[in-house]
């Protein structure tokens, strides 16, 4: 989302003269995103606009995006080991018989 915002402000920066109108448009520009895919939202904008319109709008909400980033920070937490280290592969893997195997990395197997 931050991403988006910077780019719509930095669109709306060079269309614009003023940085404080820009920055006060960026915002409704903002707002108006986040607040597309709400229930309320919607059912007004169904009202007036056809409803190809209406479902691309929806589409282009900040708010059905956030259950994919919540389990994709939820997913990245977990792998956090428990000595506070981040793992590449498996969190808490201190099984060493992995360096064991044959043709296994050269012992690169556990996350240290």
Same mark, same amino acid.
């Given at each position: 989302?931050? /991403?988006?915002l =910077?780019a719509i402000?930095t669109g709306l @920066?060079?269309a614009? $003269? @003023?940085?404080v109108v820009? *920055?006060? %448009?960026?915002e +409704?520009?903002?707002?108006g995103?986040?607040?597309?895919g709400?229930r309320?939202? +919607?059912?007004l904008v169904?009202g007036? =606009? #056809? #409803? /190809?319109?209406? !479902?691309? +709008?929806? &589409? *282009?909400s *900040?708010?059905?995006?956030?259950e994919?980033?919540? $389990?994709g920070?939820?997913?990245?937490?977990?792998l956090?080991s &428990?000595n /506070?280290?981040w793992?590449? *592969? !498996?969190? !808490?893997n201190?099984?060493?018989y992995l360096?064991?195997i #044959?043709f296994?990395d050269h &012992?690169a %197997?556990?996350d240290r």
């Amino acid at each position: 989302m931050a /991403g988006a915002l =910077l780019a719509i402000g930095t669109g709306l @920066s060079a269309a614009t $003269r @003023s940085q404080v109108v820009a *920055f006060i %448009l960026t915002e +409704l520009v903002g707002l108006g995103y986040l607040l597309a895919g709400h229930r309320l939202v +919607l059912g007004l904008v169904q009202g007036w =606009l #056809p #409803p /190809g319109v209406a !479902d691309a +709008l929806a &589409g *282009f909400s *900040f708010i059905d995006h956030y259950e994919a980033i919540a $389990r994709g920070v939820e997913w990245i937490v977990g792998l956090q080991s &428990g000595n /506070g280290g981040w793992a590449a *592969f !498996d969190a !808490d893997n201190v099984d060493h018989y992995l360096n064991n195997i #044959p043709f296994a990395d050269h &012992g690169a %197997l556990l996350d240290r």
